[in-house]
Nanobody, 128 residues
Framework: QAKLVESGGGSVQAGGSLRLSCSAS????????MAWFRRAPGKERVIVAR??????????APDVRGRFTISRNYANNAVNLYLQMNNLNPGDTGVYYC???????????????????WGQGTQVTVSS
């Protein structure tokens, strides 16, 4: 059974950093593209970053480009997905979700309904 579990959320002040982690197991997620989405209060879920299986194609939403870094590795029969978030601002506040897409090498897959598997989310709160 597919299982994605996020961790690493928390509360920080503007300018601070957090590192989110997601462990994905139960399927061959090593062949899936993986992504981070954010749901801000009262808003739709939007993509933050996406990485293909080889790490050769990475997408960042314009508002996080230069501040966030997505990465992945494979260990202990699980894909581990990370999001290093630096220079955080209050606009980064929201619930962050890890997601997996079996259509791994098609570009511009940036909407939530294109992803089959999801974690439960981890809260990130940035105060000014």
């Amino acid at each position: 059974q597919a299982k994605l579990v996020e961790s690493g959320g928390g509360s920080v002040q503007a300018g601070g950093s957090l590192r989110l982690s997601c462990s994905a197991s139960g399927r061959t997620f090593s062949s899936y593209a993986m992504a981070w989405f954010r749901r801000a209060p009262g808003k739709e879920r939007v993509i933050v970053a996406r990485i293909n299986p080889r790490g050769s194609d990475i997408y960042y939403a314009p508002d996080v480009r230069g501040r966030f870094t997505i990465s992945r590795n494979y260990a202990n029969n699980a894909v581990n997905l990370y999001l290093q978030m630096n220079n955080l601002n209050p606009g980064d506040t929201g619930v962050y979700y890890c997601a997996a897409d079996s259509n791994a090498y098609t570009t511009r897959r940036w909407t939530a309904n294109e992803y089959e598997s999801w974690g439960q989310g981890t809260q990130v709160t940035v105060s000014s």
